[in-house]
T-cell receptor
Framework: DGGITQSPKYLFRKEGQNVTLSCEQN?????MYWYRQDPGQGLRLIYY???????QKGDIAEGYSVSREKKESFPLTVTSAQKNPTAFYLC??????????FGSGTRLTVV | AQKITQTQPGMFVQEKEAVTLDCTYD???????LFWYKQPSSGEMIFLIY??????QNATEGRYSLNFQKARKSANLVISASQLGDSAMYFC???????????FGSGTRLLVRP
């Protein structure tokens, strides 16, 4: 079955460390997105990519980096510059005006 | 700038009754799309319903309908015959016309009482 796989489901990071969240899709979608969700809040856009080898900053890109070397993959790195990285991270892809598919998310906790 | 507003942080509804979740939006782009998603405690985002800005009729999907009032810039979700499994967070979202970014509201937590 086609879909989006996010891994790991839970991730713990020590302060000062970089961590990378994985997002893989087998839907052949061109566009992919990363969102952050804090408890009781809506989703905020971190980065998005409309096509391979191209990506743009969203509303809260500071402290994050991405790459889009393959159509299927859009990894998100949370750097040590992100002051409050504890959150739920959701990846999504799009194939049409309304065809957005979300992954099951990664819960990142700083310990 | 585009914006989505959900003014109801929490709502209660009796099982089998209908409930309306409010959503207003702001955009200067004539082409946009409006979405409703359900998020259970597991965190997954479940697509419920979509309304395009040029659609003449209100969207319906089973027990879900979208009350689209373009002049008032509102896109309220109506859930008919509420079920216990409808208890979850509900998010309204808008697609920007040119970038296809999805912008989300702050959500409404719905609790269905037996």
């Amino acid at each position: 079955d086609g879909g989006i796989t996010q891994s790991p489901k839970y991730l713990f990071r020590k302060e000062g460390q970089n961590v990378t969240l994985s997002c893989e899709q087998n839907l052949n979608h061109d566009a992919m997105y990363w969102y952050r969700q804090d408890p009781g809040q809506g989703l905020r856009l971190i980065y998005y990519s409309q096509i391979v080898n191209d990506f743009q900053k969203g509303d809260i890109a500071e402290g994050y980096s991405v790459s889009r070397e393959k159509k299927e993959s859009f990894p998100l790195t949370v750097t040590s510059a992100q002051k409050n990285p504890t959150a739920f991270y959701l990846c999504a892809s799009r194939n049409s005006d309304y065809g957005y598919t979300f992954g099951s998310g990664t819960r990142l906790t700083v310990v | 700038a585009q914006k989505i507003t959900q003014t109801q942080p929490g709502m209660f509804v009796q099982e089998k009754e209908a409930v309306t979740l409010d959503c207003t939006y702001d955009t200067s782009d004539p082409s946009y799309g409006l979405f409703w998603y359900k998020q259970p405690s597991s965190g997954e985002m479940i697509f419920l319903i979509y309304q395009g800005s040029y659609d003449q009729q209100n969207a319906t999907e089973g027990r879900y309908s979208l009350n689209f009032q373009k002049a008032r810039k509102s896109a309220n979700l109506v859930i008919s015959a509420s079920q216990l499994g409808d208890s979850a967070m509900y998010f309204c979202a808008m697609r920007e016309g040119s970038s296809y970014k999805l912008i989300f509201g702050s959500g409404t937590r719905l609790l269905v009482r037996p």
